[in-house]
């Protein structure tokens, strides 16, 4: 009886596997196999997905009289979890690893300057993250190509438009609520009291096979927001009375995608990248930079920072005062050498330095107001 089983399973194990064997070529002794297709194996354990990803970001501060234009380019990660059993928190809008920063200040009166530094944050961009989990509209279901659009309230809110297995998405987020599902990380500022005119997606996803397509699809996507105001974060920074206007046309390029374990998850979150020279790796996919934008990453190029701090008189209550060019005579440093002893020195040297502390604080506060007020 086991002889019989034995032979029968060595007769049906080729066909199992897909191995074929000729009667010329077990004949001869010789066998015949047939390659069977590449099969990737992954692991229990790699649950989370690690995205990097590159951004461009366009944005523009404004009111009657003063403009602030940025581009800045950026490289962020994301980390998604597939469920919440796994005991990691995780994080969808983009965490900023490296970034370079362009501003052009202009005005009513001839103001033209530029910098790589504002102590004015502005964009957008840091706050739209990936979308979540969508299934496709019922009109593309099982479909090889077609195209569908879906009404909100307003206006048109989602376009889809399937090509095999390529997918693009338009969604108007102020057409209809049920559109702000895509872009869950701003909802809150639509309860906030921030007036939108403008909230508008452009997601590409690749190799989509079933009904459903997924962040680990997506390969780029493009948003542009305008508002007037933006929460209450940006209300230490103007009056009551004035109104600003924010807009923000971003880009963001996918350029890698893994699986990691938990543990190396926690790594990347706790490791800091302040410390270390990150290089910003822009995709191949990415269009080349308008002339506007490349004259004024050259114009911020050439300021001479150095030159700048060197022409500012130093603020001398941070130091010891002011300069002595005359020497202590001999009773002064004889008494200087008593209060030494005495700890008198030492008493009044922190008296000083709390005094001098409080005066710089209060001088630097009411510096920034005044240059807000010039500025804006």
Request: net charge positive; proline share 4%.
């Amino acid at each position: 009886m086991y002889r019989y089983l034995l032979a029968l399973t060595v007769i049906l194990l080729p066909s199992l596997l897909g191995v074929g064997i000729s009667c010329d070529a077990a004949a001869a002794g010789r066998k015949s196999t047939t390659d069977l297709p590449e099969v990737t194996v992954e692991s229990n354990r790699n649950k989370i997905v690690h995205i990097l990803a590159y951004v461009r970001d366009y944005s523009t501060m404004s009111n009657a009289t003063d403009t602030v234009r940025l581009f800045r380019e950026k490289l962020v990660d994301f980390m998604l979890l597939p469920n919440e059993r796994i005991k990691f928190k995780g994080w969808n809008i983009p965490r900023i690893l490296t970034s370079k920063s362009y501003y052009r200040f202009t005005n009513s009166e001839g103001l033209d300057s530029v910098s790589d530094e504002s102590n004015v944050h502005f964009s957008w961009a840091d706050w739209v993250g990936l979308p979540p989990l969508e299934r496709l509209p019922d009109a593309l279901s099982y479909k090889e190509c077609g195209v569908d659009t879906l009404h909100g309230k307003y206006s048109a809110c989602e376009a889809w438009k399937k090509d095999k297995d390529v997918v693009n998405v338009k969604v108007d987020l102020l057409a209809d609520k049920k559109g702000r599902r895509w872009c869950p990380t701003v909802k809150g500022f639509f309860q906030d009291g921030v007036d939108f005119y403008d909230f508008r997606l452009s997601l590409n996803y690749e190799n989509v096979l079933g009904n459903d397509i997924s962040p680990l699809d997506l390969t780029d996507y493009s948003f542009t927001v305008e508002s007037n105001g933006r929460g209450h974060a940006m209300e230490r920074i103007r009056s009551e009375k004035e109104k600003f206007y924010f807009t923000t046309k971003s880009d963001v390029y996918i350029i890698d995608r893994e699986y990691i374990s938990a543990k190396d998850a926690r790594k990347w979150e706790s490791h800091n990248y302040e410390d270390e020279e990150v290089e910003l790796f822009e995709p191949a996919n990415a269009p080349p930079l308008d002339a506007t934008t490349l004259q004024l990453i050259d114009r911020v190029g050439k300021v001479n920072k150095g030159e700048i701090r060197v022409s500012l008189p130093p603020d001398e209550r941070l130091g010891c005062g002011k300069l002595r060019n005359d020497n202590f005579n001999i009773g002064k440093r004889a008494l200087f050498m008593l209060k030494e002893l005495t700890g008198i020195t030492l008493f009044k040297s922190r008296k000083n330095m709390k005094s001098n502390w409080r005066k710089f604080k209060d001088e630097r506060i009411r510096r920034m107001k005044k240059e807000n007020e010039q500025l804006f």
